[in-house]
C-alpha cells in the first residue's frame, strides 16, 4: 500500500476487526485512521494530511497516533 500522508510505500498493519486503517510507514511512523475519518482525509491535500498527522501525533498520549475527524476537521 501507499502511505495516505506521503505516498511512499507502506504496510498496511489494519486488523480484520478494526474500523479504519493501520498504517506502518518508514518516514510517516506508524499510525491510524479512524473509519469515520478516512474519506475526509483522503479528500485533503498532501500539506493538509500531514497538518492532520501533526496534530494526531501532538494528542496522542500513548499508543500510535490516531488521525480522527477532529483532526480533519482542524485543517
Known sequence: MQCPVCTRPAENLT???LD???VG???CGDYRISGT???GFTRLGVHQRAAALE????G????WPMISER?????
Open 37 to 39: 475519518a478516512f474519506y
Open 60 to 63: 496522542s498520549r500513548a499508543g
Open 20 to 22: 479504519g486503517v493501520v
Open 25 to 27: 510507514c518508514h518516514h
Open 15 to 17: 486488523p480484520n476487526t
Open 55 to 58: 496534530v494526531a501525533k501532538l
Open 71 to 75: 483532526c480533519v476537521v482542524a485543517r
